[in-house]
């Protein structure tokens, strides 16, 4: 993770970001101004706007969200951040999708696990394309820009790292969720595609490097690798490839596909404008 500067992290607090979450996203190397520019701390009945605004929720007739669901979410009353970024398909508007990790985060009970993020019910799973204020129109330029390689994690905090480095870093909320699947009647997957965002960078020539954690469990490699050759075939519009095959290169901290062994190789940050 990139070092922050005395200077940097002397940049007072914004009034939108509670200290907790300013200091926890200064700790991960993300420079201020991409904080500033993509964190929003929330509480009270906030936190249920940005997450429980879908029209397919369940309501009573009064318009009031179900007791069911005010029960299983009243945790995020307690507080918590958000982040969202920016929308491709609105123009580069804000995105109203993103998440939500509560201070006081459930668990739930069937699975044992608590649940450390939360995101919007009812709603597709989308990606983040995050604010750089100091050059706001970087992802209208990378979209134009074919030959400009696009780096994808897992985790908006990682993203909003390499963008404090230079890189153009797109972030999923999970290694599955780059790609939407169709299964028949008997769950048999008949179609695997790019979610729309996505597609829209997936230009002939575009260099994706998909960087996912590579951890040191042999489950969560597994998934790691199941998530990563489908996903690059879909960018690919090739068949997909075997989760066992050799372009799948593990490096400390990383599980990438078409990571170069020569470090020389690796994507440059792009250019400040």
């Not at 799973?125 to 400009?148: I, K, S």
């Not at 599955?176 to 996505?198: C, H, Q, Y």
Request: one cysteine or more.
């Amino acid at each position: 993770m990139p070092s922050i500067s005395l200077l940097e992290a002397s940049i007072g607090i914004p009034g939108h970001i509670n200290a907790p979450h300013w200091q926890e996203w200064l700790d991960s190397g993300i420079a201020p101004q991409i904080i500033a520019a993509n964190l929003t701390s929330l509480e009270g009945d906030l936190p249920f706007d940005r997450l429980c605004s879908a029209p397919g929720l369940a309501r009573t007739n009064s318009g009031r969200l179900t007791t069911a669901v005010l029960n299983r979410y009243s945790h995020i009353e307690a507080g918590g951040w958000w982040c969202s970024g920016l929308d491709p398909e609105k123009s580069w508007d804000p995105m109203l999708w993103g998440c939500f990790k509560p201070d006081r985060p459930r668990v739930d009970l069937e699975r044992n696990k608590t649940i450390k993020y939360e995101h919007p019910l009812k709603t597709p799973t989308r990606a983040f394309f995050l604010l750089d204020p100091d050059h706001p129109n970087r992802w209208a330029e990378v979209q134009a820009d074919a030959n400009r390689p696009i780096l994808i994690v897992e985790g908006v905090k990682k993203a909003a790292a390499l963008i404090s480095l230079g890189y153009d870093a797109i972030a999923l909320p999970g290694v599955f969720n780059g790609r939407r699947v169709m299964r028949d009647s008997a769950g048999k997957i008949w179609s695997e595609t790019l979610i729309p965002e996505l597609a829209l960078f997936a230009q002939t020539g575009r260099p994706f490097y998909l960087c996912f954690d590579h951890d040191t469990k042999a489950n969560t490699r597994h998934n790691v690798n199941l998530a990563i050759a489908p996903q690059a075939a879909c960018s690919s519009n090739q068949d997909p490839p075997s989760a066992s095959s050799p372009s799948l290169v593990p490096r400390k901290g990383l599980m990438t596909s078409s990571w170069p062994e020569d470090p020389q190789l690796l994507p440059k940050p792009s250019p400040k404008p």
